[in-house]
């Protein structure tokens, strides 16, 4: 049972332009969001997170959007730049006493010049 | 200020063989998790250590053990091993608490094949 998931695995974007990725989760008890970028041989690098007590959270050309609702995030990058062209993982921590995170499958980020 | 480095970067091991890979946390992070993620899967939680002692631990069998040493370093060893144990394994380490919130800090990984 997928408790984070990105439903698209790719993306393709003009240079630019907004980049939109999503996810969604289906445990009520994350408390906290968290978005990391992958580039092919290289580990995790992290970007961007957001309490659930918050519904945005912005860092430059990144900012996140919680909609608790919804149990729905999404990861706006503007402007695009063909650097940031990589996967994106969405991640979800549950409580205090948790410590490990709970990854999605990720989506693939094409940036084109 | 150093990285998260894991080594070796690549291995190639037999069926039942045992495996011990390596990290060695970012300078003044305690805390050091291990990941597995499989092809076209997000990494997922083995387990983490915090003062030499395990306090969390994923979906894995026991098999899957670790080490955290006096310096922060950390062993992870798989026993027993079989073919779905190919995957690249990642350590993480961050400050007590504030990973889930700010961020682990990833290596760039072990990618382990088991044929």
């Known amino acids: 049972d997928q408790q984070v998931k990105q439903n698209s695995p790719s993306l393709s974007v003009q240079e630019g332009r907004i980049s939109i990725l999503n996810c969604d989760y289906t445990?009520?008890?994350?408390?906290?969001f968290l978005w990391y970028k992958k580039y092919p041989a290289e580990g995790p690098t992290f970007l961007i997170s957001?309490?659930?007590?918050?519904d945005k959270n912005e860092d430059g050309r990144f900012t996140v959007f919680l909609n608790k609702s919804a149990k729905h995030l999404s990861l706006h990058i503007v402007p695009s730049q063909p650097g940031d062209s990589a996967v994106y993982f969405c991640?979800?921590?549950?409580?205090?006493?948790?410590?490990?995170?709970?990854f999605g499958k990720g989506t693939k980020l094409s940036v084109i010049p | 200020e150093t990285g998260v480095t894991q080594s070796p970067t690549h291995l190639i091991k037999t069926r039942g063989q045992q495996v011990t890979l390596r990290c060695s946390s970012q300078?003044?992070?305690?805390?050091v998790s291990w990941y597995q993620q499989a092809l076209g899967q997000g990494p997922q939680f083995i387990f983490q250590?915090?003062?030499?002692?395990?306090?969390g631990r994923g979906n894995f069998p026991p098999r899957f053990s670790g080490l955290q040493f006096p310096n922060y370093s950390s062993e992870l060893n798989v026993n027993a091993l079989e073919l779905d144990d190919s995957a690249l394994y990642l350590c993480?380490?961050?400050?007590?608490?504030?990973?889930?919130?700010?961020?682990?800090?990833f290596g760039s990984g072990t990618r382990l094949t088991v044929v």
């Open positions: 993480a380490s961050s400050q007590t608490g504030l990973g889930r919130k700010t961020g682990y800090t």
């Open positions: 445990n009520s008890m994350f408390d906290y």
């Open positions: 957001i309490s659930s007590i918050k």
């Open positions: 991640a979800a921590s549950a409580g205090a006493g948790s410590y490990q995170l709970t």
């Open positions: 300078s003044g992070h305690n805390t």
């Open positions: 250590y915090y003062r030499e002692e395990e306090n």
